[in-house]
């Protein structure tokens, strides 16, 4: 799991969960937390193994009396298959447990949880969801998840700039070169050019630093935006306005933090270019949640552009 959450529900009767709003909340508490969810419903259990195979779920829900099948061998099935999720049961028995055949069917069985009646389910599986989240949420975890994130939305920019230099005949990427070097790296400059005229653009260019790449990317839409203007450019144009504050400066400060305590509380704190930040969990969820939303800015633009 890096941003996403992915949840596996089966139920034969989920519709009835979905009309109670059930999912929408559950999505609601993942999106406050600063994940990203992808809650799988399954209506019925036979199309289990199809979506075992697709997705890595953080966590299984599952009622434990199905129309076809009982909970037992529901769990045997998937830990036959290596997968070691969490999976909580539920029934709207109050004594399902206390059965001997329950009982002697998952005693072995490590990570499951149970939960009995319905109307307070909701509850019981967003402290299961804060439960497994325990260790991803220890601030040294976060950085790495954060770290990682930015590093993807790295190769989201450039996969966007390269498409859009794709047409640009040798001249004018002489010319990007050349004001680069000038403006951004004028102590280097020969070892650059010297890159680019061995390696060709692209290799060079993936060598540039975040900031450039950025300023690059959003030069090249406003010029795009000229001939071809859309309002899809002007949308990502300003969601990705602050990108270099809530992504870039964000990495570069996870990279020079220091984990301390303060005041009993785990703090990540640092200084980059003579000024302190500090980091707490609560910061932590608000950088995931803008992480989020400019992968999300990537994600429209690139299907714009048929990438």
């Known amino acids: 799991m890096q941003l996403h959450y992915n949840i596996l529900w089966i139920d034969n009767d989920l519709p009835e969960y979905e009309e109670r709003g059930a999912i929408t909340d559950l999505n609601g508490f993942l999106t406050n937390l600063g994940f990203e969810p992808n809650i799988v419903t399954l209506y019925d259990e036979s199309e289990l193994d199809a979506h075992l195979s697709k997705t890595k779920f953080d966590l299984i829900i599952s009622d434990y009396q199905l129309d076809d099948t009982t909970g037992d061998k529901i769990i ?116 650059l050019k010297s890159k680019y005229k061995e390696l060709g653009f692209e290799q060079t260019y993936k060598g540039f630093i975040a900031y450039r ?52 509380k785990t703090v990540l704190k640092g200084q980059v270019e003579g000024d302190d930040f500090e980091f707490t969990s609560e910061t932590c969820i608000e950088i995931r949640k803008k992480i989020i939303a400019h992968r999300k800015h990537f994600a429209s633009i690139k299907n714009h552009f048929g990438i």
Do not use: P
Not at 239 to 245: A, E, R
Not at 249 to 257: C, G, P, S, W
């Open 213 to 264: 790449k950025w300023r690059m990317l959003r030069d090249l839409l406003k010029e795009y935006k000229k001939t071809k203007g859309h309002e899809n450019i002007d949308s990502f144009l300003t969601g990705n306005k602050s990108y270099s504050d809530e992504v870039i400066d964000i990495r570069n400060k996870f990279a020079h933090a220091k984990s301390v305590k303060d005041n009993g």
């Open 76 to 191: 045997e099935h998937i830990r036959n298959k290596m997968i070691m999720t969490e999976i909580l049961f539920y029934s709207a028995k109050t004594n399902f447990r206390d059965d001997e055949q329950v009982q002697n069917s998952l005693k072995l069985i490590d990570r499951i949880s149970f939960h009995y009646g319905r109307d307070t389910l909701l509850e019981r599986i967003e402290k299961l969801i804060e439960l497994t989240l325990d260790k991803l949420l220890d601030l040294n975890a976060t950085r790495g998840i954060i770290t990682a994130a930015t590093s993807e939305l790295d190769v989201e920019m450039e996969e966007l700039t390269l498409y859009l230099l794709s047409d640009k005949g040798k001249d004018e990427l002489d010319a990007i070169v050349e004001h680069y070097c000038t403006d951004f790296l004028e102590k280097q400059s020969d070892d």
